[in-house]
């Protein structure tokens, strides 16, 4: 027996893992390591950036959706139920709510920059210093 083992060969191969794996294997040992290595500021810069937009967002779907159903009844008004001075009111009622969606939309983005931007900055900040400030 101890003749046949001296007669076999060991074979190895070593495959090392692509980018993907790469990826997937540094996910898993970020959730273990503790929080103030974990980027805690980044992820609460990218928190931030979205609470800042979310408002604006929600705001302008909610906006065009009822603004479209608004039109829709006013084209149902006249196409339908042939009361044309009615649909022709509601369809501008409608268009109304459509047309302000966008500025509404571009007010509600500055208002959550102007509340959200201060802490933001200030977190950028200490996640990387800008070189501009070092060239002076």
């Excluded at 001296?6 to 074979?11: L, P, W």
């Excluded at 805690?40 to 800042?52: M, P, Q, R, V």
Aim: hydrophobic share 40%; glycine share 8%.
């Amino acid at each position: 027996m101890d003749n046949n083992r001296k007669n076999e060969e060991f074979d190895f191969s070593y495959v090392a893992p692509d980018s993907e794996e790469k990826r997937w294997i540094e996910d898993i040992r970020r959730q273990y390591l503790p929080e103030e290595r974990h980027g805690s500021k980044i992820d609460e810069i990218k928190s931030l950036h979205k609470k800042a937009r979310r408002l604006a967002k929600c705001t302008a779907a909610a906006m065009g959706i009822v603004g479209c159903l608004v039109l829709g009844a006013g084209m149902s008004l006249t196409l339908v139920w042939g009361r044309m001075a009615a649909g022709i009111v509601v369809g501008l009622i409608g268009m109304l709510i459509v047309f302000l969606t966008y500025p509404v939309h571009q007010f509600l983005i500055e208002w959550g920059k102007k509340t959200y931007g201060d802490k933001i900055l200030k977190l950028t900040d200490e996640v990387s210093p800008r070189d501009d400030e070092n060239k002076l």
